[in-house]
């Protein structure tokens, strides 16, 4: 079974920071690129922070200078820094994976996966 876990959201007041993260837990054999999406209520899910496996970055235009994604692939692991919060960032926080190959075999390949989400809310 593989699976994304997230951790880090909570509550936060507007400046602040927090750093959300997403393990890929399972025996993973391999991780395509790995990214953050957002959803706040009435609205749709956009996409935040993407990383490819040779760690290019994309950004939501509304995130950029003030978000920043990174990934350990050792520790299967992908991080959102999220800086200078504002009151529009207040949303659940999904992560997402592409392409991930399970190591047990037969090998099974999941064109993608999501995270459970975890909820972020920013406050003046």
């Known amino acids: 079974q593989v699976r994304l876990v997230e951790s880090g959201g909570g509550a936060a007041q507007a400046g602040d920071s927090l750093r959300l993260s997403c393990l890929a837990d399972g025996n993973i054999a391999r991780i395509g690129a790995m990214g953050w999406y957002r959803q706040s209520p009435g609205s749709l899910r956009e996409k935040v922070a993407r990383i490819t496996n040779e760690g290019i970055v994309d950004y939501g235009d509304s995130v950029k200078g003030r978000f920043t994604i990174t990934r350990a692939d050792h520790k299967r692991t992908v991080y959102l820094q999220m800086n200078s919060l504002e009151l529009q960032d207040t949303a659940v926080y999904y992560c997402?994976?592409?392409?991930?190959?399970?190591?047990?075999?037969?090998?099974?390949?999941?064109?993608?996966?999501w995270g459970q989400g975890t909820l972020v809310t920013v406050s003046s």
């Open positions: 997402h994976a592409e392409e991930i190959t399970s190591a047990t075999m037969p090998r099974t390949m999941y064109p993608e996966l």
